[in-house]
């Protein structure tokens, strides 16, 4: 079946503008995660969204960063007045379950640079 | 701040000898989870083990637990060159279905 999949793969924009990136989780998974990764570095936990409880937004790094859900399907990560160090590759995730706290399931991500 | 530390932050070897990855946390923890990353790509689920469990094994991997030293290791048995890769240990607590990862261990497969 289907995996993750996120758009676009790469974006390029100048600094100051407004980037929005998708994520399309897997059919039928109620959990999804966004992180932010820096190069060479580890995952950062940005926001997370489980069916329709409130998101846990405790990762999103400043107020430019905000993220919607749709019910338990697509969700967009959007970024205002971008700055140089909002470049990275921004990976999201689902799973399938909460209780049970199993595996995530990654997309290829959206390397984002900021000129 | 991280949770998972991995240990050595990069390793190569010979393809068909084993590598071992370390892993430590400091925070108790649900589970212990270890991803692959190949380069441009997300990250691949490679293998869950329990706060009650000490040894889980999957095909040519091993993971070990031991929660009273904090403390986890990944085994590749037979590394192959498709082995190459960054390795990451991530933690979940009990609290909330939050992933914490470490910065990763680069692993280099020489054919």
């Known amino acids: 079946g289907a995996g993750v999949s996120q758009s676009p793969s790469n974006k390029v924009t100048e600094k100051g503008k407004d980037v929005e990136l998708r994520c399309d989780p897997i059919s039928g998974h109620t959990a999804l995660y966004w992180y932010r990764q820096r190069l060479g570095q580890g995952l950062e936990f940005l926001i997370y969204?489980?069916?329709?409880?409130?998101?846990?937004k405790s990762g999103l790094p400043s107020d430019r960063f905000s993220a919607e859900r749709t019910g338990e399907s697509v969700s967009t990560l959007t970024i205002q007045r971008t700055q140089q160090e909002d470049s990275a590759v921004y990976l999201c995730?689902?799973?399938?379950?909460?209780?049970?706290?199993?595996?995530?399931?990654f997309g290829d991500g959206t390397r984002l640079s900021i000129l | 701040s991280q949770q998972g530390e991995e240990d050595p932050q990069a390793l190569s070897i010979q393809e068909g000898e084993n590598a071992t990855m370390n892993c430590s946390y400091k925070t108790s923890i649900n589970n212990l989870q270890w991803y692959r990353q190949n380069s441009g790509r997300g990250l691949v689920h490679l293998i869950l083990?329990?706060?009650?469990?000490r040894e889980k094994h999957s095909g040519r991997l091993r993971v070990t637990l031991d929660t009273s030293k904090k403390s986890s290791s990944l085994l590749i048995t037979a590394s192959r060159a498709a082995d190459t890769a960054s390795y990451f240990c991530a933690t979940m607590g009990g609290a909330n279905s939050k992933l914490t990862f470490g910065k990763g261990i680069t692993l280099s497969v020489r054919p």
């Open positions: 995730a689902s799973s399938s379950n909460r209780g049970l706290a199993g595996p995530q399931h």
């Open positions: 969204f489980q069916g329709n409880s409130a998101p846990d």
């Open positions: 083990i329990r706060s009650n469990e």
